[in-house]
């Protein structure tokens, strides 16, 4: 019997001591196949699942090492059954295989005969299967391939996809990378001033080159053929995808969350690679430019015209040899479905945390592929990557007239009333008084409440209503330093890079979201030119549904290492 900091059960969830010497160390190790459930100060809660044992195959984690980690780690004796079961669990990865066989194209393989007749004998999958070849061999409609995956997936028999990818329109595409790239700078070679965005060096015309883990994972990919990058904000995924396009040299399509973030992967292109301005096209609300490499916004994709989706053809425009999805975590639900069309193309899907409130994270794995290259945050940020921070609850008291309103109110109200209480623009006030002069965001969810917050500091409010024109003059005016503050809504949660932002103020959220919890840290974790770090500060209105909520947010943080200091709104000057 050892003293490790994990207790593993044989309801297969697994207990981190959070104070223990080697929590840290373990924490690493098990996330690569655990999913955090509950991180309360002490004990940390974690589950074995098979999706999270499958990602952690096909990443190329074996059940050896898997069981190495849990016996290396725990203080009481594994459960044997426990031990068995990892094994089998891992096992079924990959006994299914699609495969592209020269006489008959498409066809489903596998050496263990029980399997391939099980899956036969499945009513929803043996439509989308044609002729037995031999006992080991199945044709498959080659229609079905993503399909087929859902469905093996639901099933438990995980099939990995070797059956290779359309080659695409060739289409000249090379890095300018000039210099190798050292821990204390960014991926531009240059000083901390951005992961993904355009660095001082390179402004300044000055060599760059791929950070390390950036490599690595677009050769992961690469050798994977499809598959999902998981980065922390900051660390530069954009420069994943340039170098998968550069792999590939072939025309690209690429999904972003919305027209800012588009002309940000294009200033990114332009000054990363050889494409030309002319090379580069934008498909959004305003511009529907179809050009080799295509950036598109999943808002313009997936707008409904007499209950049809018009844009989706834009899928299936072109000879695409690679289709990269940026925040593959926000997936909608239709471009899910014209995906599983797609499986001879070559898929990235590029995010910050696979997390999704939906539950669908099987759909990422089976249409757009497996985890090929996951970074803890805190090991980018120990190789000073990204920027440290300093996460901080800060709990505020309702005034006795909306604790009654609270109370009185019916449930689907009491959020909103908590949330955007106006306790919390008093300490909104104190804490810009107390970080003045720095580059500070607030962000929320209400609009009302960030109306009044933004009269009350004296800082312009971006929400959805703002026209991209405006979003961009005033992103431009705090990254200059000409805006010190800025109150946002929603608008700014994904793929906005304000490399200068060193604190945020989060007053409201999406209710109990953990991806938007980490999406709005990540606006914070650009490495800064001072080498300072950043401050995350969540108002949360004690004893109702914004704490219990809160504490749901903070749960993939915690899995990343980011523990929440805890303070009294009293104890802010």
Not at 279 to 296: M, N
């Amino acid at each position: 019997m050892g003293d490790g900091p994990l207790i593993v059960q044989s309801d297969k969830t697994i207990l981190l001591e959070v104070d223990h010497p080697q929590a840290t160390e373990a924490r690493h190790e098990i996330a690569a196949f655990a999913e955090l459930e509950r991180a309360p100060e002490h004990v940390h809660t974690y589950r074995l699942t098979p999706l999270g044992l499958w990602n952690a195959r096909a990443a190329g984690l074996d059940a050896e090492q898997v069981l190495d980690t849990l016996l290396r780690f725990s203080r009481y004796p594994v459960p044997h059954a426990l031990l068995i079961d990892v094994e089998e669990t891992m096992s079924r990865y990959g006994r299914l295989r699609l495969e592209k066989d020269p006489v008959h194209g498409l066809v489903l393989r596998s050496d263990d005969f029980p399997v391939l007749e099980e899956v036969h004998r499945a009513k929803k999958i043996a439509p989308m299967l044609g002729p037995r070849i031999d006992p080991q061999t199945t044709v498959v409609h080659s229609s079905q391939r993503g399909a087929l995956k859902q469905a093996l997936l639901k099933l438990g028999w995980p099939a990995e996809d070797r059956a290779g990818y359309v080659d695409g329109t060739p289409h000249p595409i090379a890095l300018t990378e000039t210099v190798p790239a050292a821990p204390g700078t960014d991926a531009a070679g240059g000083t901390h001033d951005g992961g993904g965005s355009p660095a001082s060096s390179a402004r300044a015309g000055g060599g760059w080159s791929l950070r390390p883990y950036q490599r690595v994972a677009a050769e992961n990919f690469w050798a994977g053929g499809s598959g999902v990058v998981v980065l922390p904000c900051g660390a530069g995924k954009t420069l994943v995808g340039a170098a998968a396009m550069a792999q590939s040299s072939t025309t690209t399509l690429i999904l972003v969350t919305n027209t800012v973030s588009a002309r940000q992967w294009r200033d990114e292109l332009l000054k990363r690679t050889t494409l030309t301005e002319d090379e580069i096209g934008e498909y959004s609300g305003a511009v529907k430019e179809v050009r080799p490499v295509t950036i598109a916004t999943y808002q313009v994709l997936t707008a409904k015209r007499g209950g049809l989706y018009p844009h989706l053809e834009l899928l299936d425009a072109n000879d695409w040899g690679l289709i990269v999805y940026d925040e593959v975590h926000l997936l909608p639900a239709p471009i899910f479905r014209m995906t599983a069309d797609l499986q001879a193309r070559r898929r990235l899907g590029l995010t910050a945390t696979l997390v999704r409130e939906d539950g669908r994270e099987g759909e990422v794995f089976s249409l757009i592929g497996p985890k090929r290259y996951d970074a803890p945050w805190k090991d980018i940020e120990a190789q000073g990557y990204i920027a440290p921070a300093d996460c901080v609850e800060v709990r505020v008291d309702l005034p006795r007239d909306e604790r009654m309103a609270y109370a009185m109110a019916e449930e689907a109200d009491k959020y909103r009333l908590c949330a955007a209480s106006e306790s919390k623009t008093d300490v909104v006030e104190r804490l810009v008084a107390k970080h003045e002069g720095e580059q500070l965001l607030v962000i929320g969810q209400f609009l009302d409440q960030l109306a009044e917050i933004g009269e009350r500091i004296g800082a312009p409010v971006i929400t959805g209503a703002t026209s991209v024109k405006e979003r961009q003059r005033l992103f431009d005016a705090f990254r200059a330093g000409e805006e010190r503050r800025l109150v946002v809504s929603k608008v700014a949660n994904f793929s906005i890079d304000l490399p200068e932002a060193s604190v945020a103020i989060q007053v409201s959220g999406s209710f109990g979201s953990r991806q938007e919890e980490a999406q709005r840290l990540g606006r914070l974790l650009r490495p800064k030119a001072d080498g300072r770090g950043a401050r995350f500060y969540a108002l949360v209105a004690r004893d109702t549904l914004d704490a219990d909520f809160a504490a749901k947010r903070q749960r993939f943080l915690a899995e990343q290492g980011y523990a929440y200091r805890i303070l009294d709104a009293g104890e802010i000057a």
